[in-house]
């Protein structure tokens, strides 16, 4: 389970300008204990952010966090829904990105509607914007393999997988862009925390996943593993090249994983666990399903 941290996991910042996820109990979130949070993960050696224009104030507090600090996290980020938006107004989402998180060039730039690849306009700006060298990768944050475009400009791919929720993983789509070295982002990979939820926290709409997360609990003190190291080797091990999204939104978790290289897992453990995720498929694994 040879995991290099410092290049597989992105920390996703939804929280860092609103809360975000079932499990968020973290209300105020203030701008020193923001800025603590990111000294912590930096200095912990993770320098890979995931973010997204539509997150109030995460672009902003990174950008003066790391000007701060003289430090030069790695940033990936999303534009919002562009619908019909010109070439100028793209331009100029950029521009602001660019502006706010202090930094010349991003990463790699996803789009939050993959529909929007579709639009000539927004084909065209996007080329535009990977030639100027603005960007270094333009990718897609998708849900399903529906919205998956193989084209050479689509370098990047996001979309949720857990121990749960695997069906991504094998798409022969997903293959065949993982094959032609495109490089892909796995999110939600504790269901926005609800894999990591006490059990009488769990809310009863989602009664029916109670027990398999009981035995999912049960398993991984059994062979003595934190779960957020468990959802995350067993990622890998369908993906070993995969880069893994989390979103810290507390401290504990960044303890937990700081030391996940030095974690290990037997492999028939994993393949068990695995084969007992997919077993227990449920629709309500899928977030979107919980309004």
Known sequence: NNINLK???????????????????????????????????????????????????????????????????????????LNNASIKEIFSIVDQSLKEL???KI???????????????????????????????FGLSIYNEDDLY?????????????IFNQHFFYSDKLNEFYLNNGEVHIRSIFNQGLILMKHENIPDKLESLKKPLYYLHNFA???????????????????????????????????NLKNIEN???KNTDIEEILKFGKKNYNALWDPRTWK
Do not use: M
């Open 150 to 162: 193989i084209d050479k400009s689509i370098q990047i791919i996001q979309a949720p997988g857990n």
């Open 221 to 255: 003190k059994e062979i003595n593993i934190d779960l957020p190291s468990l959802a995350i080797l067993c990622v890998k091990k369908i993906l070993p090249n995969a880069k893994i999204i989390i979103g810290l939104d507390n401290i504990d978790h960044v303890e």
């Open 7 to 81: 290049k597989d996991i992105i920390i996703g910042t939804a929280q860092l300008g609103e809360n975000y996820g079932i499990a968020n109990t973290n209300k105020k979130f203030d701008s020193a204990s923001r800025l603590g949070f990111l000294d912590s993960l930096y200095k912990n050696g993770f320098n890979l952010y995931d973010t997204a224009y539509a997150y109030k104030n995460s672009h902003c507090t990174i950008g003066d966090w790391a000007e701060k600090r003289k430090v030069k996290p790695v940033i990936y980020t999303k534009l919002p829904k």
């Open 107 to 137: 990463e790699g730039l996803l789009l939050h509607n993959p529909k929007d690849w579709n639009n000539t306009v927004i084909k065209n700006s996007i080329n535009n914007i990977l030639d100027k060298k603005l960007i270094k990768s």
């Open 263 to 265: 974690k290990f897992v």
């Open 102 to 104: 202090k930094i010349k």
